[in-house]
């Protein structure tokens, strides 16, 4: 596997010293600007908001006083817990799931395993849009609505995340199934201790993606959640928008509180996230 | 990509096995069923259906579709998904190539730059549209920089209402998707680069080849498959656009930021029209079909795979 | 060997199932409303509303003196943000489930939900009962009838009025707004009062009025939405009359007197653009009257301005208390909404609260309401709810539609300068009656 920190390949040339402070500029620049938003957001949430509008930074409008009044409007705790619970649940038990299927429809031979298959694949195109209302009233009919069941379950089948796993199983040569069920393994401790064991970066790269995406989800715990106590942090956030629309401290504080936990994971977990999309060969090679 | 196929002869008709894999495929095969098929069914059924609060009202025919046909408002939301697409995905793979060149050089602080470019993208979507809110509102940030910026160049300037003019308010959208995605992009793209072999550039180099046509030639076609990979991701993800008008501009005004996931999301949620909701819902994904096929089909032509 | 892969496949059984009672256990209780009655003798009742924290509070107080009237009722509170109720009550509704279902809601508009058939109709009770119907403001139970019967009670009734800065009309030297001022009046003093800068931008607003305002001005010229606010079949907004309330509105933003509503949306509102003498005047329901209040302001009110020729006009509509059709408890419901909506009740306590303009002419005229606080001018309330009538929405289920997609964002264009009224007017028009005719109008 490449590594895309210490590139090996590439230009051939070093630069000369005036490109590379010229390069160096551009990408400070570029910094800037992805920066100054966080920039924003933390300088704001430290100051009152007649500060604010007047412009006025001088050192003692400073303080902690806007966290601590969100905290005490908004339960972001429990945002938190419930946006902890849903991506764990989903990510692991998502890739549990697909991982099952994909491993039989990759290895294991069933009558109409390649026509299912195929009725998988023709699903992957399918926009969010088409199943959210029906999935609502599926939500509603099970008596799941405001609970963490209808924030979990949905999610926990993924047609992508079979498709992806079940080419990747595919390229683990058979001959260690052969080689095992010779000495007596089942099926299941075929998956278990052979190819679970084998397939490690794909499953890190997949968890990577399938937490992000259960972490930011917005629109589907934005409508099947009610209550405050059951919404997860993208909608307690949104929820608290609405009610503060121009409480520039608190809004900006809020969405601190919301961000901070997630970047310093990021920060210190970098090389997974960003080494994990290359790892996934989503390049097409 | 090549696959190896499973080899026959160790597949053998194993009548013992077949059970055993349809227990395998069960859990996920129900949530398949219920959560998928059975909901791109309903969609379909209530489609064609009058659908209120309280259910099924009666069979309504083409009626929902007639009537999306008819409502300006469904297509102001479609051109201003158009526009999102034809700006967001060209913008966003541009801007992404470029940071990738730029730190595809050997040069110090990679890391760093690589680090704060892929911020936004871990970034909950709702706290980049508050603060972008904040940074564009009429007297806002930007444009008490812009306007410094004009007067010290001595042009006259009227600063834009980025969230309250119909002029604006699509730019301030598709300004915060470029912060908020162009570090996907840009390493997805560093990490095609990367594998492009140094033989080629050397190769390259020894014809006579500079740098823009190194880049022209050599590293534009071997990265083409990445390319439009990110080129049919983005776009998908474009029709798809919710949140970012949803908490910024509230589709406005005068419906100038609406986008078809949100007014599908309003149909349903506003209006109780679950059945027009629905109608949209395939009408999107007709779109999405048509031109994922059309990119597949036009791949051909420009995208270079090595294996050719 | 045989008994390996039996356990394995048992294995996976688990694995589904776990993955299926991991969320079980995560779960709490089941968190809808009024999922666990209260076991014993009292009736529970689940009643909705929406509000700011302040809000909860004085519903809070209401339910607490029902119940200490009524013991044998029991009140259960469901609330929510005001974004983000009516997506949630519809998803309540929409369960069909009696015990979720909220029994008393507060709601807007009646007539949608009445014609999806989830609230009950209330003539029967109100026959019974001798509920007295006629203590209303005028026109304002149309807004809670669907085909001719009483689907709500509205709780309050919107009556827009000017607020006034009486410290900013005195630095100017202008004399404080006369009962009957009309529009050129109101030209000169908002001339007077708007300031700007070098550039000729407007530094401080004389009006600060929100977009949704603009059926006051229609009306009050002779102007209209419908020809017929229940079974409409034609839009009336391009008809001069309505052209020149629309147009009266625009020009007091073009030439830089009134706050554009989307600037006034970035501003914060009218409450603290008005509270930071940015503007000298707002023009709105007395729902801001408790804020001012506590902010110790020097303001007044007075009604609002109307043209020569033109009729005093206000908007008869207000949000009002429904009964859930699929309620068990209806008879108890009716107890708690009668209550509700009757002196001495719940109208007393929410019009002590300064929170609302009662619904009901008697609590207006009480005590109540009659309180030594400001604003001074009450009789300037008074007279602008006396001239309630129909008019500023249509009373047919596809309004919200209507106005959410058509009407509010072409008006939207009008306020944010793009476009000129007669013009964009002409086009919502056309939109309009396309939409009216597409779902069958008039019926």
Redesign the interface.
Known sequence: M?S??A?????????SLPA?VG??V??LL??G??????L??VV?SLIPNSAFLARDFSPENFSLQNYVRTFQVVPFGRYYFNSIVVSVSVTVLQIL??S??A???A?????G?DA?FLF?LA?L??????????????IKTLGWYDTYWALI??G??S?FS?FLLR?YY??I??DF??AARMDGAS?LRI?WQIIIPLSGPVLATLAIFVF?GA??D??WPL?VTTSEHMRT??VG??AF?GQYSTA?DL??A??VI??LP??VI??LG?KW??EG??LS????? | ?T??T??RS??R??PD?????????????L??L???????L??LG?SFSSW????FRGVAGPANYQ?LW?D??FWQAFGNTAFYIVTIVPMQLALGLA?AV??????R???I????????V???????A???R??L??NG?VNQGLATLFSALDIPFTPP?W?????FSKWSVVILTL?KNT??TM??Y?????????EL??AA?TDGAN?WQ?FRHVTLPL?S??T??LFV?QM?GA??L??EP??MTQG????SSLS??Q????????????DK??A???V??VF??AF?LLQNTMQKRWVYY?SE | MQLK?KMG?GL??L??VV?LSACAGVAPQAAAPGAAPVAGEAVTITWAFWGSPEERASHERVAAAFMEEHPEIKIDIWHQPWNDY??KI?AL??S?DPKVIPDVAFLWPTP??AA???LENLDPYIEASGYDLNDYWPGLLESAKYQGSVYGLPRDIEVNIIYYNKDMFDAAGIPYPSEDWTWDDFLAVAEKLTQKDANGMTTVYALAAEGGKWPKWVNQNGGAIFDDYVNPSKCLLAEPASVGGIQFFADLMNNGYAM?P??L??AGGDAAVFMSGQAAMILQNTSRVSAFNAAGMNYDVAPAPIPTGGKRWNGAGGAAWVMSSASDNKDAAWTFIQWLQSDGGGQTIYTQAGEIFPALQSVANSPAFMTDQPPANKQAIIIEASASDVGGFGYFP?W??LS???IS??L??I??G?ADPAGALADICA?VD?FLA?RGYPK
Do not use: C
């Open positions: 490449r895309i920190i590139p090996r390949t590439g230009p051939p040339t070093r630069l590379q390069l160096h551009i990408l570029f910094s600007v992805m920066l100054a938003p966080f924003v957001m704001v799931i697909s099952l299927a491993f039989a429809f290895r294991l031979r069933f009558r395993r299912l998988y699903t195109m399918i926009p969010f849009p088409v199943t959210l209302i029906p999935n609502f009233l599926i379950v949905p926990l089948f047609v079979t080419q595919r390229s040569p058979l199934d052969e099926s998956w992000q972490w930011n917005f629109l409508v942090i993208p956030l949104a928008v520039w809004l900006m809020g969405s919301a961000l997630v970047l990021y920060i970098q996230f960003v999309i290359a060969g989503m390049g097409g090679r | 990509m696959l190896r499973p080899s160790l597949f008709w194993r096995q077949q059970w055993e894999g349809y227990l395998f495929i069960l859990p996920s095969f949530g398949f219920i959560f998928i098929v059975l909901a791109v309903m969609s209530i209120g609060l309280t259910g009537q008819r300006p408002v940071m730029g730190l595809n050089q050997a040069i602080g990679v890391t730059y690589r680090l704060i470019y892929f911020m936004p871990v970034t909950t979507i709702v706290a980049g508050i603060v972008f904040l940074l509102s009429t940030p209402n969230l309250g003019s119909s002029q912060w570090g996907f390493v997805v560093l990490a095609a680069l990367q594998g492009v072999p140094k550039y050397d180099h740098a190194r990265i498959p990445t439009f990979f991701f998908i029709f798809q919710f949140t949803f908490v406005g005004p005068a419906n078809v996931v007014y599908i999301y309003l149909a349903a949620f506003r209006d109780i029209r679950m909701a629905a949209m819902a395939w999107l994904f999405i079909f994922t090595e | 892969r496949i996976i059984l694995v589904f993955s009516f997506t519809q509704w929409a069909g949608q939900y999806q058939g989830v554009r989307a600037d949306n970035q596809e919200g539609e959410g997609s058509i964002p072409g939207e264009r306020w944010a793009e939109q396309q597409e």
